[in-house]
């Protein structure tokens, strides 16, 4: 499916209808409890197979070009590690394209949220992985910064 992922502008068309269509249930989208199972299956189902999402709980396609950073083999969500190769390919894997050099290419086709990519992520949460991340998105699980962390 990265022939869809090339086209981060109808994504982001696509996230943004989707995140409309949702605020208005978000009372009833709670973490735990059946509608997250249900939400987790869609999830594994439609982002697996678009993004290669790893479930992380804590989506931010928005703000990385539509470009999943767990899939960067380091799990590196704010930019490139020092390795990125002079051709743009990842240095633990030489044949394929650096996930953030990627980010960056698609971010710049992405007129609402593109400008995300400059942004500092905060660190991840791994104990919410496996959980649905529209969910916690909605709830405001994801906004919740760990203890120590400053904006």
Not at 61 to 81: D, F, I, S, V
Request: proline share 8%; with cysteine; hydrophobic share 35%.
């Amino acid at each position: 499916m990265p022939l869809l992922q090339n086209h981060p502008h109808l994504l982001e068309a696509a996230y943004t209808a989707a995140l409309r269509g949702l605020r208005p249930f978000r009372r009833w989208l709670r973490p735990g409890g059946k509608m997250e199972r249900l939400f987790v299956v869609g999830e594994r189902i439609t982002k697996g197979g678009i993004f290669d999402c790893r479930m992380c709980g804590d989506c931010v396609l928005h703000a990385t070009g539509m470009t999943c950073p767990m899939t960067c083999p380091k799990n590196l969500r704010n930019g490139p590690c020092g390795g990125v190769r002079t051709d743009g390919n990842c240095e633990v894997f030489p044949t394929k394209p650096c996930v953030w050099v990627l980010a960056w290419e698609r971010s710049k086709k992405m007129p609402d949220y593109g400008a995300g990519i400059l942004s500092v992520q905060h660190p991840l949460d791994r104990g919410l992985q496996g959980t649905s991340a529209w969910i916690n998105e909605l709830s405001g699980e994801v906004r919740k910064a760990p203890e120590g962390w400053a904006e």
